[in-house]
């Protein structure tokens, strides 16, 4: 697409010297605990987001003292597996130079936030150390790649993860600048050329999303992601038959900008070459770079670039680039969309065990050792651990006779009761990071809304539904990270203590919900759901999903 004019941020992109920019500079810069105004652009390709304590923000500046900036890094793990090593290894470095806290992220990687400036290299050098990298985590690129943890015990996702890998490996960048600035021209992984045919000098117009899905579960929202690969199964064998190829989808919108909305990815096609799959993906990506929408941010995802030009160009505009014609798509279903949660077994009579990780925050308190758990855990040797798209974490691997040692763990730092003690709305509940880091956020989200949800069930259990299995989200802004435009209920937040009711979308995650309700605090929230729940429980079909039953209601429209 050709415009007038571009973004600041296309013209930094371009000016970066293949994402070197001045950081260098800002790193040495003993005066700010921040980085200068462009490098937080460019630092976001190294995986890294510029953040300060927005808590304290207003006593700073009373102080006339600089905002208290520290760093948010995430790494990339695609399809979200680690062993053990890396897993002691994430520990350690959290303990010495972050907050302590590991969060699971919604794209199913760690982050560690509190970061300060002088530890950034030294941070990285490590995680180089014991092969992780945050390369290409954030920014206007291919972020990390997702994939579905459904254990089925007759099919493997050996093949899935397999492709996750693959294609994260493929769609990296090609500039030296990570390893330059950060590993002192260490090599990681392989050393590549700043030629970059792919992302050329202004990469894409803004970030890219890729979840690969195993029907019946739904456990990534493949249909939130800009690619969704769905894997088609042989129904007797369950062997791998290939994929249908979804695209558009995206959730993120933006307060009073009707140009702006969600939208569920549409399949356009089928193919069952793993060559054809890399090729389609690849080729996807080159379209939305020269035709995606460089003059304003708020406009430039892949959604936009298909509704623009049309499903149907952009389908022929793929098969021109690929150079062969997709098959029609495949029938499939999905049934659910969920964890598994405590103990399963897979094909292979190995073990996993599923924890609910609230909010994706893992750290010790009085009443449960989390982190401690793990850490203890991973130095047995006995497992790998797999996060999950819905923020939580699964020992997997693990033999039978190493079931004991993990249970007395579990007995010994209060995994049982705490897992034993949680609500279904409870485990189907994600919030995003908000206040007190996000400088986007509007409202509080991970730090209010297990508070608020445990309102809700009082609710809940007044008309007997604590049963009931409701997705329920939360974020602090339009943005959307913690998916709450996919929830049977959603809160989006407008302003402190402020939140949009969404209402409708399924339990699959195949429909979109929509705005119930404007401007609501707690105690609106609170009156709101109690009348609701009220008339769920008086007029609901036996097995009917909160979802169903609030389009049913004509609720929202």
């Known amino acids: 697409m050709k415009t007038s004019r571009i973004t600041k941020e296309e013209k930094i992109k371009k000016e970066s010297l ?50 208290l900036y520290s760093f948010m890094i995430r790494l990339r793990i695609p399809g979200g597996l680690i062993n053990h090593k890396k897993w002691i290894a994430i520990h350690n470095i959290s303990e010495k130079n972050s907050t302590g806290v590991i969060k699971i992220t919604t794209r199913q990687t760690i982050q560690l936030h509190g970061l300060i400036k002088s530890k950034i290299r030294p941070t990285i050098q490590f995680f180089n150390i ?59 992984y392989e050393k590549k050329e700043d030629k970059d045919p792919l992302y050329k000098e202004t990469y894409l117009p803004r970030k890219f999303k890729i979840a690969i899905a195993i029907p019946p579960n739904n456990d990534v929202d493949v249909f939130a992601n800009d690619i969704g690969l769905i894997a088609i199964l042989d129904k007797k064998s369950k062997i791998l038959k290939g994929f249908n190829i979804s ?19 549409t399949v356009i096609g089928f193919s069952d070459s793993e060559d054809q799959i890399l090729k389609i993906v690849y080729e996807i990506l080159t379209i939305q770079r020269d035709y995606g929408n ?34 029609e798509k495949k ?87 705490y897992m034993n003690g949680l609500s279904s709305i409870r485990k189907n509940s994600m919030a995003c990071v908000a206040f ?68 409708g979308a399924n339990h699959e995650g195949t429909r979109l919900n929509k705005l119930y309700k404007k401007n609501m605090d707690e105690s609106s929230i609170l009156k709101e759901l109690d009348q609701i729940f009220d008339c769920f429980q008086k007029e609901k079909f036996s097995g009917e999903k909160f979802g169903n039953f609030s389009i049913r209601k004509k609720w929202v429209v």
């Open 18 to 67: 293949g994402l070197r920019g001045t950081i260098l500079e800002s790193l040495q810069d003993e005066l700010s605990g921040g980085i200068y105004n462009e490098d937080q652009v460019v630092i976001k390709f190294h995986g890294l987001y510029q953040q300060d304590d927005r808590d304290i923000r207003e006593e700073r500046s009373k102080k006339k003292l600089e905002r």
């Open 130 to 188: 014991h092969k992780l990298d945050s390369i290409a985590t954030c920014g206007d690129v291919n972020r990390n790649v997702v994939c579905s943890t459904y254990i089925d015990k007759k099919y493997s996702r050996e093949k899935i993860l397999n492709y996750a890998t693959k294609i994260s490996n493929m769609l990296l960048p090609k500039t030296n600048a990570y390893y330059d600035i950060w590993l002192d021209k260490n090599k990681i």
């Open 436 to 503: 007190n880091t996000c400088p986007l956020a509007l409202a509080e989200g991970q730090r209010y809304f297990p508070s608020l949800i445990s309102k809700i069930e009082i609710i809940l259990n007044k008309y007997r539904l604590e049963k009931e299995d409701i997705i329920i989200r939360m974020t602090g802004c339009p943005n959307g990270c913690s998916r709450p435009y996919l929830a049977e209920i959603g809160f989006i937040g407008v302003s402190y203590g402020k939140y949009n009711l969404y209402l």
């Open 294 to 327: 460089r003059s304003d941010r708020k406009l430039s995802r892949l959604k936009y670039t298909i509704d623009n030009y049309g499903i149907n160009w952009f389908k022929k505009e793929l098969e021109n680039r690929i150079g062969f014609s997709l098959q």
């Open 247 to 265: 695209v558009g989808g995206g959730l993120s919108t933006t307060h009073g900008n009707s140009k702006t909305y969600s939208r569920l990815g």
């Open 331 to 417: 029938y499939f279903l999905f049934t659910e969309r969920r964890d598994y949660f405590g103990w399963i077994q897979d094909y292979q009579k190995l073990w996993n065990y599923t924890f609910f990780i609230e909010n994706g925050l893992i750290f010790d308190n009085e009443n449960l050792k989390l982190k401690s758990a793990l850490l203890k855990i991973a130095e047995y040797e006995i497992c790998n651990f797999s996060f999950t798209c819905n923020q939580n974490l699964t020992l997997t691997h693990i033999d039978e006779k190493n079931k004991n040692k993990i249970q007395s763990i579990f007995r010994k730092y209060g995994i049982h009761d």
